[in-house]
């Protein structure tokens, strides 16, 4: 009986190398011709379904807005891309959007909800309950709410500071029509009956100290002339110890001065 003579070390690493190069060049043969096929018009994108806040917005709109921007088969496409795509749409404030098998994508939109519009009147532009401004058509949107402005990258304190304000003029009556803020950060109201009031400049705290101060005294100041709240023209707060105020009908120019 013979015995068999063992295979040298090195023979066995050659053999397994062979058989690991062998196994690694058909796995990525495969790999490629896998990528080949799933690049192929084998697997088309057959629909697009739309779902969720789509009040501005129709289904086929989107989809006509949506689909030249679209590249790629089911497996392929881009979802990030293809998610952009959907929130450059007006009214679109975000969208979710995945593959539906066999061969759809679904997307899911959130619409934009107006809060107050922004910027002056020629402008285009409103503001949501996040503090970010966006565009959209104007006239689908209520007249009823407020105008906020300032410096954009400053919104949602301006935003912010609407919703401080807002109730304390409640209470007597007086809605907030317009809150701006300047470049130098001085805030300025317009309220519903016409009046201008100068809030000025400085922390929160300190803009609604004042207002709150002018709303508890107002009222007795201008009954001292026999007017009502109806008939503040506009008052200036930016004084430290009190705030000056033009009621309509009252002046206190003398008749003399008036002529010169």
């Not at 401080?164 to 003029?169: I, K, S």
């Amino acid at each position: 009986m013979t015995d068999s003579i063992p295979v040298p070390f090195d023979v066995k690493l050659m053999n397994a190398t062979a058989a690991l190069v062998f196994a690694s060049f058909v796995l990525v043969l495969l790999a490629a011709g896998a990528w080949w096929v799933l690049r192929q018009p084998f697997f088309p994108i057959a629909g697009i379904k739309v779902d969720g806040d789509i009040t501005h917005n129709n289904a086929v709109t989107l989809r006509a807005n949506v689909t030249p921007q679209l590249s790629g088969n089911f497996f392929t496409i881009d979802l990030t891309r293809a998610r952009t795509a959907f929130e450059s749409v007006p009214w679109v404030r975000k969208a979710v959007v995945r593959r539906e098998f066999p061969n759809k994508l679904r997307a899911t939109l959130t619409e934009q909800v107006p809060v107050a519009h922004w910027g002056d009147d020629a402008d285009s532009k409103l503001i949501n309950g996040f503090g970010e401004v966006f565009e959209a058509n104007v006239a689908e949107v209520d007249d009823d709410l407020p105008r906020l402005d300032g410096p954009i990258e400053q919104a949602g304190q301006v935003l912010g500071m609407y919703r401080v304000l807002q109730p304390l003029f409640q209470p007597y009556d007086l809605t907030i029509d317009d809150l701006s803020l300047s470049s130098r950060g001085s805030w300025r109201v317009v309220l519903e009956t016409g009046a201008v009031i100068e809030l000025g400049r400085g922390s929160g705290d300190e803009v609604v100290a004042r207002t709150q101060r002018f709303l508890r005294t107002v009222t007795p100041v201008a009954s001292r002339y026999g007017r009502t709240l109806a008939a503040v023209e506009g008052a200036d707060l930016r004084h430290n110890d009190g705030y000056a105020l033009r009621l309509h009908g009252v002046t206190t120019v003398a008749p003399d001065a008036k002529k010169k």
